[in-house]
């Protein structure tokens, strides 16, 4: 049953909630969201999907989720946002550790916290890992640091989707020169573009809400990743684009990443996927009944809970190791994370003739929660040696 805390400014304007999923852990961790229309119940459900992804990696970690009713793009925004975060002063530096998330930047969030005396919307990290001041800013700044094209901080999420998607598509027989078919391209997909540059996996078609571009033979990475953030797709592949987002879905490809939005695929188009696995990135980025299909089919699926688990990743190797990581060895550290799950979510599934999903849910279900111990250094899938 999850715990929520309500929010309502004083003009009774702006309204925000702070929901956590469970309370017997040392650190609650989440992002917060900007969005109108947003409620207490949906964030509640997304609490629950972020305690699925600390169980699965074996945190003493709880999941929250936090979010304000309204519109990010909003001239009043900042000071909406502002006033939430002084409502969550005490929960920041004692139990919820905040990330962003959907209609808020991670360079904002932490600007104005600063404004309302909170060292980082991560503080209460310090005090559950029983860090000191100078450890713990000494680490966060690894998350400034720059890793390829992006900040570290840009790129631990899709790094670790890309790294999920690249086993997914060894589990499901391919081979040699990978290729993928990338669903978004906004912060997520292009991150996890930037490590499927690094890997050497040719990204045969992307689409966004604009729509798609493909070439069997890979498209131009650099290109795309060197462009402004937010244009087009199909303007990025001039004479390479194909008619309409739903188009991605017929491409041949080792596997599918899906980087933006709920409920990507539908019934009928999972019935024509032209791919053998998918990853799955976004929150909700498929439905349960789309996945079973998916499943029946053969197609071997990445869960969310799996695929967007980059943010507690990075924070176990950030946090977990004995001295201060660089953000190179943040990167490889959750790649090696990633790699030693995604083997063992596909082992288990085989073994129980289960879904992933099932396979994976199997897997939360070992981790036991201790309140007096640091939430960081438990994962089963980094031992010391890899710290």
Known sequence: MAQILSYEDPAGRVRGWLAYDGDTAPLAAGGCRMRPGLGAAELAGLAGRMTLKQRVLGLNVDGAKCGVDHDPRAADAEEAMSGFLAFLHDELHQRF????????RWDDLQRLAAGQGIPSVKYAVKTAQRLSDQDFFARMASLDEQAGLLTLSGRRAGHV?????????????????????????????????????EEGVRVTAVSDEYGCAADPAGLDLERLLTSAPGTPVPELAPGRTLP??????????????????????????????GCPAVAVGANHGLTDATEDALHARGVLVVPDFIGGIGGSASMEALFGART????????????????????ELFTVARRHAESPRSAALRLAERTRIDASAPPYGTCPYLKPSDL
């Open 161 to 197: 989707l890309a790294h999920a998607a690249i086993g997914a598509a060894r589990a499901a027989g391919g081979s040699g020169n990978l290729s993928v078919a990338l669903q978004g391209f906004g912060t997520l997909g292009r991150a996890a573009a930037c490590t499927f540059l």
């Open 324 to 343: 201060v990581p660089s953000a190179a060895q943040v990167l490889s550290r959750s790649a090696h994370l990633t790699r030693q799950l995604v083997d």
């Open 97 to 104: 550790s905040m990330g962003s998330d959907m209609g808020t």
């Open 244 to 273: 309409g987002n739903a188009s991605l879905f017929g491409v041949s490809a080792d596997v599918l990443v899906l980087a933006a939005g709920a409920d990507a695929v539908d019934a009928e188009q999972a019935g024509k996927l």
